[in-house]
């Protein structure tokens, strides 16, 4: 039987709004165990959902035995990615806004984000003016997170004073890289700052530290592929795949 969401929210993010505004949107990607929530807490992935079969899908053979299943599949972030872009349009249309990409694994939900906001820029009587920088967090060795968090490109954004920002970033895990960069950047002195987040991973002691826009919120499993990687591998992945045990010990450093 699957578990009501809002339940699982709950337990899960007692404290998931004290830190962020959130906002609300509704979506659909199977008919076993995903279900959708508000706007702003995503489509729910919830912890007994199998994934995807591997041979559903074509994906690098170099690859083959690295991977448990697919957990989200290319087209359905592309799906998700457009309707993200479309909310953000609702509530920041008419103002100019500085994308700030955190890499590596951001680049390509950041990539495919401003072009959706973009096309629909292009396509409505609003329009969003956009500027990207980028920055890059690295916190993890090997599947662990650590506490030594390096924000490179990120010492001088004295550019950011006054100015609307858009954090985007692929996956949000105990919410404290994000806390770290929010305090970074807010010491600029930025106009107003949001935050996209593609994944946001249901983790022990998490913060509470929840995105305003969230793709999806996923089970306590190490993901890879779409950019997201293991010690720099799988980053060429199309789909979002759960990595095997196999997979890590091959590439352990």
């Given at each position: 039987?699957?578990?009501?969401?809002?339940?699982?929210?709950?337990?899960?993010?007692?404290?998931?709004?004290?830190?962020?505004?959130?906002?609300?949107?509704?979506?659909?990607?199977?008919?076993?165990?995903?279900?959708?929530?508000?706007?702003?807490?995503?489509?729910?992935?919830?912890?007994?959902?199998?994934?995807?079969?591997?041979?559903?899908?074509?994906?690098?053979?170099?690859?083959?035995?690295?991977?448990?299943?697919?957990?989200?599949?290319?087209?359905?972030?592309?799906?998700?990615?457009?309707?993200?872009?479309?909310?953000?349009?609702?509530?920041?249309?008419?103002?100019?806004?500085?994308?700030?990409?955190?890499?590596?694994?951001?680049?390509?939900?950041?990539?495919?984000?401003?072009?959706r906001i973009k096309a629909l820029s292009c396509n409505s009587d609003r329009t969003i003016p956009m500027r990207v920088h980028?920055?890059?967090?690295?916190?993890?060795?090997?599947?662990?997170?650590?506490?030594?968090?390096?924000?490179?490109?990120?010492?001088?954004?004295?550019?950011?004073?006054?100015?609307?920002?858009?954090?985007?970033?692929?996956?949000?895990?105990?919410?404290?890289?994000?806390?770290?960069?929010?305090?970074?950047?807010?010491?600029?002195?930025?106009?107003?700052?949001?935050?996209?987040?593609?994944?946001?991973?249901?983790?022990?002691?998490?913060?509470?530290?929840?995105?305003?826009?969230?793709?999806?919120?996923?089970?306590?499993?190490?993901?890879?592929?779409?950019?997201?990687?293991?010690?720099?591998?799988?980053?060429?992945?199309?789909?979002?795949?759960?990595?095997?045990?196999?997979?890590?010990?091959?590439?352990?450093?």
């Open positions: 039987m699957v578990p009501d969401p809002s339940e699982a929210l709950h337990h899960h993010f007692p404290e998931r709004r004290a830190f962020f505004l959130c906002v609300s949107a509704e979506n659909n990607m199977a008919e076993v165990a995903v279900q959708s929530e508000r706007r702003s807490e995503g489509i729910v992935i919830n912890d007994d959902w199998p994934g995807y079969s591997l041979d559903l899908f074509s994906y690098p053979a170099h690859y083959s035995g690295d991977l448990d299943c697919v957990i989200i599949p290319h087209g359905v972030i592309m799906d998700r990615t457009e309707r993200l872009a479309r909310n953000i349009m609702d509530d920041l249309g008419d103002h100019d806004i500085v994308v700030l990409c955190v890499l590596k694994g951001g680049y390509q939900f950041c990539a495919d984000l401003v072009d980028f920055i890059r967090l690295k916190s993890y060795l090997n599947d662990q997170s650590t506490e030594d968090l390096h924000i490179v490109g990120a010492e001088d954004l004295s550019f950011l004073a006054g100015k609307n920002v858009l954090i985007v970033e692929a996956i949000v895990g105990t919410g404290k890289t994000m806390r770290t960069l929010l305090k970074h950047v807010q010491a600029f002195r930025p106009k107003m700052i949001k935050v996209a987040g593609l994944l946001v991973k249901r983790v022990p002691h998490s913060t509470g530290c929840v995105p305003d826009y969230v793709g999806f919120e996923i089970p306590n499993r190490f993901v890879v592929g779409y950019a997201l990687d293991y010690n720099e591998y799988f980053r060429d992945l199309n789909h979002i795949c759960v990595i095997s045990e196999s997979g890590k010990m091959k590439y352990k450093i």
